[in-house]
């Protein structure tokens, strides 16, 4: 099949993909595909659409390189200001019962949520990133937050995430190669579907130790 051919097929499958998902208003995003890579355009009315165009255009089969170039433009109803919103963020740090918020600072300006401090966790981290971008009026979050995690071997670190992937993702788990530098952790491979490549990320960024997951995986 010739490249266009291929880019058109893509550009087909992304666009029925965001169809599908009721997160996202298919009719504000535009997708344009060149030499494999998916660009989105258009403009959305939150962070938590963008962030959910994002991921629809990367469950589609041999997408490997999302161009985000959405713009985001809260509603009337969802122009809070900065205080307003700091204390909605405030709010939702302090309800989640597995984020240490005491350990979090954060600072808002222009509807850009910069989240700093540390936590003990990689998962931690990610957590307090998500919540925060579901709130209207987010534009934008800057997760600047630190993992102050106890220091464990490569060898004990590569143990513990093969045994995670052994309990959470055996199907996948010999198909993954790891790459371990201190708390970093390269995952490569191919896996067959979202839900097993999610599986094999989830296991490693739930592993005591890891600080920093790069998910290099395709799903084939």
Not at 34 to 48: D, M
Not at 77 to 100: C, G, N, Q, Y
Request: charge should be negative.
């Amino acid at each position: 099949m010739q490249s266009n051919q291929v880019d058109l097929k893509i550009q087909r499958d992304v666009l029925e993909e965001l169809k599908w998902d009721t997160r996202v208003d298919p009719t504000e995003v535009g997708v344009q595909v060149h030499h494999g890579v998916v660009t989105l355009t258009g403009t959305v009315s939150s962070w938590a659409k963008r962030i959910a165009a994002r991921e629809a255009a990367h469950r589609v089969a041999n997408v490997r390189d999302v161009a985000d170039d959405l713009q985001i433009q809260p509603t009337t109803a969802a122009r809070f200001s900065d205080t307003e919103l700091a204390e909605s963020v405030r709010a939702m740090l302090k309800w989640h019962v597995l984020i240490p918020e005491q350990r979090i600072r954060t600072t808002v300006s222009h509807g850009v949520v910069t989240l700093t401090g540390n936590v003990d966790f990689a998962a931690q981290r990610e957590d307090a990133a998500r919540v925060v971008g579901y709130l209207d009026g987010v534009c934008a979050v800057s997760n600047e937050l630190t993992v102050v995690a106890p220091t464990v071997s490569p060898e004990i670190l590569r143990s513990a995430i093969e045994g995670a992937l052994e309990r959470h993702a055996s199907r996948e788990a010999k198909k993954v190669q790891l790459d371990i530098n201190g708390g970093k952790v390269v995952v490569s491979g191919q896996v067959d579907s979202l839900a097993e490549r999610l599986a094999v990320v989830g296991a490693v960024w739930g592993t005591r130790g890891v600080e920093v997951v790069i998910d290099h995986t395709r799903i084939g």
